[in-house]
């Protein structure tokens, strides 16, 4: 496997909608290993192909102690409640913002094998698929500041805890 280099913001690839994936090949198999790798190296908990250059609709998600979601084509389906986040994202470091997120969400999506599946989520978890599939439609957590107020700098020590970079 092999640790891909992650975009910054603002590069252009994160403004593009992603394409779909027609088809699941080994060479596709290997971004998501290679995304998953990359996700952990870099302490987040969600990755999307285009942070890593590559303009397709594929996001990886992995929860502490849980399976990686791998997700192709996902699309969220269903929205419920609302809450207030800090957020970060691995193509913006040493930032944190607080915006508004879904307290539940349900979205559904592909594995890497072609097979169809829905997941319902809630807290970090729904938090982190609504993440990556804005990143998927262009779409970055800065784009949902309230105001540039709620956009602050953090030290670069704390980018690294658990959880603090969604993707």
Known sequence: MAILPIVI?????????AKRVSHVDESLN???DNMIDTMYHASGCGLAAPQVG???KIAV????????IVLVNPEVVKKSGERMVVEGCLSIP??????????????KAFDQNGKAFRIK???LLAEALEHEIDHLNGILYID?????????????????YEGSNIG
């Open 121 to 123: 989520a809630d807290e």
């Open 9 to 17: 913001h603002p590069d252009p690839v994160l403004r593009r909608k």
């Open 30 to 32: 290997r971004l998501i």
């Open 144 to 160: 949902h500041l309230e105001s540039p107020d709620k956009l602050k700098k953090i030290e670069v020590s704390e980018d690294k």
């Open 54 to 56: 590559v303009s397709l």
């Open 61 to 68: 998600i992995g929860m502490p102690e849980e399976e990686v």
């Open 94 to 107: 040493g930032y944190r913002g607080e915006i508004k997120r879904a307290e539940q969400v349900t979205v």
